[in-house]
């Protein structure tokens, strides 16, 4: 049997649990493709997967994780949600992409393995061409901001000439926040530290709120939108800062952004018409994952942090 290599967690903890090894190589079902893995992403998502810190996260949706995700040990060692790369191989009744397509997918809910060189995937997953004209490092880093920030930001009922302000403005969900609100036509103010004020500058905020140097409570703005895309603010703490019909929304306490392949095909031709780039703070190499959930678990990255894999 072939096998390939993928990062392991058999238990819960720090980024020390993920080991490199091998397991068997997938071969896909009729309805599935195969694909070669050439890069995945860390976000704040699978750091609190691979240590079960579900902390701000409601007491029913805990019970629920454990249940699901495992209660003592993870469930599928096998980790990672999203990756990008070429499609191998074919099942025989799949229609919709060939040999060669290259991709970028989210595996299926909580079935993970994206932490690995090869993937077999539902042809009827959430899956999409990568835009023409990104590399797979740079395309992995839009599906999973790009799509949480698009799934929150209609939530809203964004329109033309809202005020929309993003906090965490920096982050994997906050800079694609940002630039998707502006395509919407919205006035868009980031929250954001000292360090990143160039960043979202050029991501197109019309204002930067240095959260470090400013009270951003002490705004005197009223806002159609407030977007907390790290989950560190409340509706109580914020509200004053809203309009009468404005809303608060959190990734935190807003759902689960269930998002439509159509929103992933609305993403591919943002990048493509250069509306949206990506952002990334750093790469890793397959070999490096612990070193790459270290710097996640700091929670100061800028954008994206990608694995090459392949």
């Given at each position: ?288 994952m612990v070193e790459a959930h270290r710097y996640v678990d700091l929670g100061h990255k800028k954008g994206n942090v990608v694995i090459t894999v392949n």
């Amino acid at each position: 049997m072939e096998k390939m290599k993928a990062i392991l967690c058999t238990k819960y903890g720090p980024p020390e649990v993920l080991v490199l090894g091998e397991v068997l190589k997938p071969h896909p079902k009729k309805n599935e493709v195969s694909i070669k893995v050439h890069a995945t992403a860390v976000n704040s998502g699978d750091c609190r997967i691979r240590s079960l810190n579900l902390s701000g996260v409601p007491f029913l949706q805990r019970i629920f994780a454990r249940l699901v995700l495992g209660i003592s040990k993870p469930r599928r060692p096998v980790q990672g949600l999203w990756l990008a790369g070429e499609i191998e191989a074919i099942g025989e009744s799949v229609k919709q992409f060939h040999v060669g397509d290259k991709v970028y997918a989210r595996t299926p809910d909580l079935k993970f393995g994206a932490y690995a060189e090869y993937a077999c995937l539902p042809e009827k997953s959430f899956m999409a061409l990568i835009p023409s004209n990104l590399s797979y490092v740079e395309a992995i880093a839009i599906p999973f901001g790009g799509v949480t920030a698009l799934f929150f930001l209609k939530k809203g009922n964004i329109q033309k000439g809202n005020k929309v302000m993003i906090y965490g403005a920096s982050g994997a969900v906050g800079s694609l926040a940002v630039q998707i609100a502006k395509y919407y036509g919205a006035v868009v103010p980031g929250i954001c530290s000292t360090t990143n004020i160039d960043l979202i500058k050029s991501l197109g905020a019309d204002k930067i709120i240095d959260y470090i140097k400013e009270d951003f409570l002490a705004d005197n703005d009223l806002y159609d939108i407030i977007f907390d895309t790290v989950g560190k603010i409340s509706y109580t703490k914020i509200k004053s800062l809203l309009k009468p019909e404005g809303k608060f929304i959190s990734v935190v306490t807003s759902g689960h952004a269930h998002s439509d392949i159509k929103d992933l095909i609305t993403l591919t031709e943002l990048v493509e018409s250069g509306k949206v780039k990506p952002v990334i703070d750093r790469k890793y190499t397959f070999e490096q994952m612990v070193e790459a959930h270290r710097y996640v678990d700091l929670g100061h990255k800028k954008g994206n942090v990608v694995i090459t894999v392949n």
